[in-house]
């Protein structure tokens, strides 16, 4: 690992703003200066690609246009409204922290400290929106930018063990002039140029100061993260109806993955357990019901960052017991048309698709 050459300093401020000028990327959160547009759209881009964030951000924009409307909101709306995006936390923190702001007078707070202090505001994110709104010297650190630094340096470890030096630098290297373009124009770096793969040195502004690129290093950098190997989980899932062609759903609860959010029953499949035996006793321990277990009606498989499902879903017929949030926040009895008005995880998506094509219904008289 270098150290930054600190006569480059200048020279590399300069290449790289006059890159951005020509080569910076129309984004529609960079046409304003509202620091709530610009919150929302780094809350969106945390785990998100930007072309799939640009309708769901202009979406939010017209039914959330504000802070106060987002904090007035139901969950349920924001919920609805992040369908889709992933990632759930951050459409529930940006929710709780649209009300933490309408507790201290209704402005987006103009300091580090203050934003930090909202839910969901980490370093990076408080720098973003307070360099784009304010043109504030604050430097970032997202994957995009720790991988063109790790770069520029040389770093001889994964970027997660070097987190001090990258800050260092990043600051070191933000233009105090003009920290807004400078920040907009890394990220642009990142994402355009200093790919993860097969980076384009030789369009790159900063190629006459980048160790890795005078080293041939940069298809080996970043030094990769140690991970643990992904584990896939069997999930059985129950689909219940009662005799008036009723379909019985529950709410999550608030706390961990998918929290607030509205899914079918059923849970992880024991060691030597069937499918269905493993719907007839989650459904017993979850809802406090007795159900008869029918036919298949589809197989989902989804990948999230650190584990794989995959949903084993069968048509189920309710038998006997009142039904009971025992391991949710609430449940309710919907007709198959009435589902699209309850925020679903994606994978929950396709069994409603699924659903919705009749030949995959259920015989009037029975489930299975
Ligand atoms: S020269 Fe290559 S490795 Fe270095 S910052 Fe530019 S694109 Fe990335």
């Known amino acids: 690992m270098q150290i930054f050459d600190p006569q480059l300093l200048i020279p590399a401020r300069t290449a790289l703003l006059s890159w951005y000028a020509q080569q ?86 103009a300091d580090l400290k203050s934003a930090m202090a909202l839910a969901g505001i980490g370093r990076t994110t408080a720098g973003g929106i307070l360099s784009a709104a304010f043109n504030q010297p604050l430097p970032i650190l997202d994957g995009n930018v720790k991988r063109v630094l790790s770069r520029l340096m040389a770093l001889d470890k994964p970027p997660s063990k070097a987190l001090p030096q990258l800050w260092q630098l990043s600051q070191t290297l933000l233009d105090p002039v003009q920290p807004r373009d400078f920040n907009q124009a890394i990220m642009d770096l990142g994402a355009t140029v200093c790919k993860p793969k097969q980076p384009a040195c030789l369009l790159c502004p900063w190629n006459f100061c980048c160790i890795a690129h005078q080293t041939q290093m940069q298809n080996n950098l970043p030094v990769s993260e140690t ?88 048509h189920c017929r309710h038998l006997s017991g009142n039904p009971q949030p025992l391991e949710s926040d609430e449940i309710r009895w919907v007709e198959v048309n009435q589902l699209e008005q309850f925020a679903f995880p994606v994978a929950n998506v396709k069994i409603i698709q699924a659903l919705s094509q009749p030949a995959l219904q259920p015989p009037e008289s029975a489930p299975n």
């Open 24 to 109: 910076g990327r129309d984004l529609p959160w960079r046409k304003t200066r509202d620091p709530y547009a610009i919150w929302v759209s780094e809350i969106m881009l945390q785990q998100t690609q930007v072309k799939t964030v640009i309708p769901y951000y202009e979406r939010w924009l017209a039914q959330f246009p504000s802070i106060a409307a987002l904090a007035a909101a139901d969950q349920q709306q924001v919920l609805k409204a992040w369908q889709g995006l992933g990632y759930y936390a951050r459409a529930r923190n940006l929710h709780r922290a649209a009300q933490q702001v309408m507790q201290i007078g209704g402005q987006f707070p």
């Open 227 to 314: 991970r643990a190997p992904v584990p896939h989980k069997q999930i059985g899932v129950a689909v219940i109806w009662n005799d008036q062609r009723q379909i019985l759903i529950d709410r999550r609860r608030q706390e961990g993955l998918l929290g607030g959010l509205w899914e079918f029953p059923g849970g992880k499949i024991e060691p030597n357990e069937t499918v269905e035996q493993c719907i007839q006793r989650e459904i017993k321990e979850e809802l406090g019901i007795e159900i008869e277990v029918g036919e298949h009606l589809i197989t989902i498989n989804h990948a999230y960052t650190h584990f794989h499902v995959t949903l084993n879903v069968h």
